[in-house]
């Protein structure tokens, strides 16, 4: 028996099923004990390869594609420690639904707990952040390709249902290369000829859509207010329309990509007095997750749980996000077929609490005119220039925002007029930013900017590989403020807070840039910094580092000031 051609028959049958529910990207680290996957994946006609030499960029790498695409994106990696490197991006794909095909090569059963060299135990490595698991046999002649196939229907009719990522564990015996031809074994290939002969996935799972029952009267009769999470630009637009057709307040999460006549709610929502109009909302709806703002999350909780609002949550996916636990309508569903059912049977006559908190869009427009008196192009740029300049950059980019300061002051200054805009904010970690930003731009294209804090470039530097032969035009910004700054604005203790919290590391990033082939610059004022980055989206090809480069406590005690004036209104 030819071990190797078997081992490449199940892989071949494998990753044909998967291109059959919509995988079309393959990433792909190297390894010896995953060779059949590697060469099985690189013949297949329909499949796209993506490369990286470290296992937790790559699941980073693999997660951005799928974010960006909404389609499934398959991991192959060798057996060991490199199994266990894909643990962070899977955690988040658990969270954020993002569908991941997990192929992890492995030693036989008789190689694992005796020794044998880079063998650990991956049975169950990945725990319940997987949606499904698969624990494939060693390929065999004596077990059918139809079980085959019907297995991987299974779990990839799970993911379907629930999203985020599946682990499919294969156990592959040596010999793992051989020249001869899969015609050795042709009576097995046929045994599934008819498959082979198809477009269709070997089996079919059919789900009833049913059309979401709306009660009009429910929502249009009551005072209510729309907070819009991590959404896509289309669905953005969509909720928008409805809260203009409602005549409500939107509240927008800059995951949105948009804003509204309400923007800036982190500010203001701080003075109480400011709040006692939104107090009296009688429903809310919030449409995806993952929302920045902890003052809009105390308000929601305030105001279920104390003034008696409904709570309606608006998600495709059925995973609880009610951190608070808060009493829940969740309507699970497409949002963008929701939302548009529901503008489409709006008419005049039920929108009885039109422009109830219209006298709030006051308290927005003195908060921007605060913030504009910041502005000042030929001074020396800080991390709130560049937040308030985020709708500067041109129309068709798309923008990728980490888990730093920044995106809190992006969040209290920023008003996005329409950005695609992707983050991780499932596990909200520092790590893999730049190899799920990368993914994003491979996977559609388009023109990006990335925002990122000096410590989480630092954790992920490898990837800056990722982007060394990007031809899509795409700008790291990396706001360097020496360190953590954002514990200046959490409760750590102050004698360990710089040496256990922020640490310092006096690292800059133009030999980074260099070692991985990028264009860098370090712009000193507002003027520059628009010129150069504009200048690069517009008719610039690969990767522009920017580094911004701040003293470590200026964001913070810039924010702790303009609270205060906020009071002060």
Excluded at 33 to 50: G, I, N, Q
Excluded at 469 to 497: M, R, S
Excluded at 519 to 543: F, M
């Amino acid at each position: 028996m030819n071990q190797a051609v078997i081992n490449r028959i199940w892989c071949q049958t494998i990753f044909e099923e998967l291109s059959r529910f919509g995988v079309s990207d393959v990433c792909i680290a190297p390894g010896s004990r995953s060779t059949p996957l590697t060469l099985e994946a690189d013949a297949h006609p329909s499949l796209a390869l993506h490369t990286h030499f470290d296992e937790r960029g790559l699941g980073f790498l693999a997660l951005g594609l799928a974010k960006a695409s909404h389609r499934p994106v398959a991991v192959v990696v060798t057996s060991g420690t490199a199994v266990a490197n894909l643990l962070p991006a899977i955690a988040e794909s658990k969270l954020t639904g993002e569908k991941l095909v997990i192929l992890t090569a492995d030693r036989p059963l008789e190689l694992v707990g005796c020794g044998a060299n880079q063998a650990i135990n991956q049975v169950g490595i990945f725990s319940s952040h997987v949606s499904q698991t698969l624990e494939l046999p060693s390929p065999s002649l004596t077990t059918p390709l139809k079980w085959l196939l019907t297995s991987i229907d299974q779990v990839m009719f799970g993911q379907a249902q629930s999203g985020s990522a599946i682990h499919i564990n294969c156990p592959f015996p040596e010999p793992l290369y051989s020249t001869q031809d899969k015609a050795i074994y042709q009576d097995y290939l046929d045994s599934v000829a008819r498959w082979w002969g198809s477009n269709s996935t070997y089996t079919h799972q059919l789900v009833s859509a049913v059309t979401p029952q709306i009660n009009l009267h429910n929502f249009a009769d009551k005072q209510g207010v729309i907070i819009l999470g991590s959404v896509t630009l289309g669905e953005a637009m969509l909720a928008k329309q409805v809260a203009e057709q409602l005549g409500w307040p939107i509240l927008c999460d800059p995951q949105s990509g948009v804003s509204s006549a309400w923007a800036h709610y982190d500010m203001w929502l701080q003075k109480s007095a400011n709040s006692a109009l939104l107090n009296q909302c009688q429903l809310v709806l919030q449409i995806g997750s993952r929302i920045v703002s902890k003052q809009l999350n105390q308000w929601l909780i305030e105001q279920i749980e104390q003034r008696g609002s409904e709570y309606h949550y608006l998600s495709p996916n059925s995973a609880r996000n009610n951190q608070a636990h808060l009493m829940q309508t969740h309507h699970v569903t497409d949002i963008g077929s929701w939302l548009q059912a529901f503008s489409n049977q709006l008419s005049p006559l039920t929108k009885t609490q039109f422009g109830w908190a219209d006298k709030l869009m006051e308290l927005s427009h003195q908060v921007a005119c605060l913030a504009g008196l910041h502005l000042n192009t030929d001074t020396l740029l800080d991390e709130m220039d560049l937040a308030l300049t985020l709708n500067t950059h041109p129309k068709k980019t798309q923008l990728f925002l980490g888990n730093s300061l920044f995106v809190r002051l992006v969040d209290m200054f920023s008003r996005l007029k329409g950005y695609e805009v992707f983050s991780n904010r499932g596990a909200s970690g520092i790590d893999g930013l730049i190899a799920t930003a990368a993914g994003v731009v491979r996977a559609n294209k388009t023109p990006t900017v990335i925002y990122i804090g000096d410590t989480s470039l630092l954790y992920d530097i490898n990837s800056l590989a990722l982007l060394s032969n990007q031809v899509t035009p795409t700008v790291v910004v990396v706001t360097n403020n020496d360190g953590g700054a954002i514990f200046d604005l959490l409760p750590v203790p102050e004698q360990q807070k710089q040496a256990l919290y922020q640490m310092p590391h006096g690292y800059q990033f133009e030999f980074a840039a260099k070692q991985f082939k990028l264009d860098y610059c370090k712009p000193e004022t507002l003027g520059d910094y628009s010129q150069r980055v504009n200048a690069h989206l517009e008719s610039g090809k690969g990767t522009l580092i920017v580094e911004v480069q701040t003293p470590p406590q200026q964001a913070t005690t810039q924010i702790k000031e303009f609270v205060r004036q906020v009071h002060a209104l």
